[in-house]
């Protein structure tokens, strides 16, 4: 069953805080300033100028970082569903802000493989510890909430399974197939770890012809190894551009989280990878601190450079959409996002 403290008994071991000042942040005035000049006509000088509005980090967050929380009967009725079916929501274990109005939509992004990972990423608050016994009846159960909500559209993420000979692809792979069976006409959006880049185990959730294939890059390529150390930059990008390869017409997806101490002229480059990777769709949200242990925040990004970063995205990369704003999360607005895609 979920539960809300994830340390409940002070054992919980998170990465070391990631500092963001001088060398390895973007908070350096100096660097700011210095990248309109050095990239005056590319996004990334736009994309700095707007950099440079953006709200000094105090102890309150920006308006438009202010979600109110709505709890109607819908989002009663779905938490009820989840603890009933013993099922795991990233909603709810990553602290999702978002999870108010996804909830009374009647959308949710299901957690398989339990709610504890193998890995430890400086931004993320999903429990860190040794993962329980893989739960074989778990897509079932998965699929039966699916009809039980009616959704027409369903997100799937999960934990990185590290000890499993094939990362929990089966599960995967099987969790599509139950959806199916379900609700027949579902689209499903599969958010797995990287499978350590084995061919064979993406290939085993290809295989279920799953309607968008996500992987996350997450941040720049210069913070990558200490914000994601157990990731790969260029494994991510592999994984992505082997699922693509492995069923043509497969549309694949990825997300970059911003305010971790990235340098302005680095949004563009990673942007620039992504779609050099054949990625679909992209999105891009503000990180927010989930707990005093983790990275802290390195500047609050504003919606005016989220909407150039959107803007050079389609027009500029080709990106079918982007989805860029600051409360923007991987699964947010989800089926649209596959429109879209399947209508470019």
Known sequence: MPNSDHNPHKR???????????????RSAVALAGAP????TTHAARSAGCAQTAVPISGR?????????????????????????????????????????????????????????????GFCDVMTAKPSAVDEEEPERIASAVRSMGLRHVVITGVARDDLPDGGAHVWAECIRAVRRAVPGCSVEVLPADFKGGRRD???????????????????????????????YDRSLDVLRMAGD??????????????????????????????DAGVDLLTMGQYLQPTKFHLPVDRWVTPEEFEAHARFGMEELGFAHVEAGPLVRSSYHAGRQLARAAAG
Request: with cysteine.
């Open 202 to 232: 993406v290939a085993t959730v290809i295989e279920a012809e799953p309607d968008v294939f996500a992987h996350n890059l997450e941040t720049v390529r210069r913070l990558h190894p200490r914000i994601r150390p157990a990731f790969g």
């Open 12 to 26: 919980r071991l998170y990465l070391p805080i990631v500092r963001t000042d001088g060398e390895a942040g973007s």
């Open 37 to 40: 000049e050095a990239l005056a």
């Open 246 to 275: 492995l069923r043509p017409g497969q549309i694949t997806k990825s997300n970059l989280i911003l305010g971790m101490g990235e340098r302005p002229e680095e949004v563009p480059e990673a942007m620039h990878d992504i779609r």
């Open 61 to 121: 967050r920006p308006e438009w970082l202010r979600v109110k929380a709505r709890i109607g009967p819908n989002y009663a009725e779905l938490k009820g569903m989840m603890r009933g079916l013993d099922l795991h929501t990233v909603c709810e274990e990553a602290g999702c802000p978002n999870i108010y109005e996804c909830w009374e939509d009647r959308e949710a992004t299901f957690l398989i493989l339990g709610d504890r990972c193998t890995r430890r990423c």
